[in-house]
């Protein structure tokens, strides 16, 4: 039987997760604390929740315990194409505008972040959606060449899957249309598998969003999507800040459909385009 979650142990379990992903549990998530961790009490050999929390509290973050902690916490739900609009505006939009640029030697790359990519749907369905962008000017194999995808989660166990680009016939039924299925995916005897044509145009990379990334490099795009829901008021400040500075001029920002950066930073202006919402970079 699982041990009961006291007050105490919640509250420290809930600090040390906080400081460890930027996930911020109020005082009802205690039930989601002790559902989720309950499995790693018997695989860590603690009895309580409180001697976990011992174990786990000085480890370094890298550390298996700590990854296990995270991923138990973090909730991974995602689909293809979710909310339809950034891929219509990726399509009808941004790409058309990068393309010229690119035509007219203005631009010579697109580079496209998804900050909490899950299990892989969002960056699939980018690529897949600049792949049949670049179809109509049969550019689809060249378009390797100028479109990068850097996609990243914490969790590892959704990296993984997402890097193995295998899905079941649940997961394809979320949001994919037939066509895409039939193009992109190759059905084996447990579901289907993402075509090398989406798949190396993405690659996959730990990274945590609490921390600021060391990287000199700028995006053309960010997909910061269903994540800063989770997150504390101060935490999506600063994240959304650094988010400004990531991208390059007149660059585009995607929240998910109930997230803004209004009241936390003016360092964006928000766009429109029939019922979508997006943000571009102040110049
Ligand atoms: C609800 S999913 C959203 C996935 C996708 N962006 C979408 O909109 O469908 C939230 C993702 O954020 C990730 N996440 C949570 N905290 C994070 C952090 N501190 N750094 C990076 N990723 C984080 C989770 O692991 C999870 O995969």
């Known amino acids: 039987m699982t041990p009961h979650l006291s007050d105490m142990e919640f509250r420290l379990l809930r600090d040390l997760i906080y400081e460890q992903c930027g996930i911020f549990l109020a005082e009802n998530k205690a039930y989601l604390v002790e559902n989720r961790l309950a499995g790693l009490l018997e695989q860590s050999g603690s009895s309580t929740f409180g001697e976990f929390y011992l174990k786990v509290k000085n480890l370094p973050h890298s550390d298996r315990l700590c990854t296990l902690m995270v991923d138990a916490i973090t909730t991974n739900e995602t689909s293809w194409f979710r909310d339809q609009y950034p891929y219509n505006v990726l399509r009808e939009k941004i790409l058309p ?5 690119i035509a007219e030697g203005r631009k010579r790359r697109i580079d496209i972040w998804s900050a909490a990519c899950s299990t892989g749907q969002e960056p699939y369905s980018t690529a897949i959606t600049v792949l049949d962008f670049y179809t109509a000017s049969r550019k689809e194999t060249l378009c390797h060449n100028w479109v990068h995808i850097l996609a990243t989660d914490i969790s590892t166990s959704s990296l993984a899957r997402a890097n193995e680009g295998r899905y079941d016939s649940i997961a394809v039924s979320r949001g994919l249309e037939q066509k895409h299925l039939q ?10 598998k993402i075509d090398d044509r989406v798949k190396k145009m993405v690659s996959f990379r730990h990274d945590n ?69 997006y943000y571009r970079k102040k110049p």
Request: net charge positive.
């Open 183 to 192: 193009r992109y995916f190759a059905q084996e005897a447990k579901g289907w």
């Open 209 to 277: 969003l609490k921390l600021s990334v060391q990287t000199v490099q700028t995006f053309d795009i960010i997909f910061l999507r269903n994540v800063m829901i989770y997150f504390s008021e101060s935490l999506k400040r600063e994240l959304l800040t650094r988010m400004a500075k990531l991208l390059s001029p007149n660059g585009y920002l995607f929240l998910g459909t109930g997230e803004t950066t209004s009241g936390y930073t003016t360092l964006f202006e928000m766009v429109e385009f029939g019922k979508a919402i």
């Open 97 to 101: 505008e990068f393309d010229r640029q």
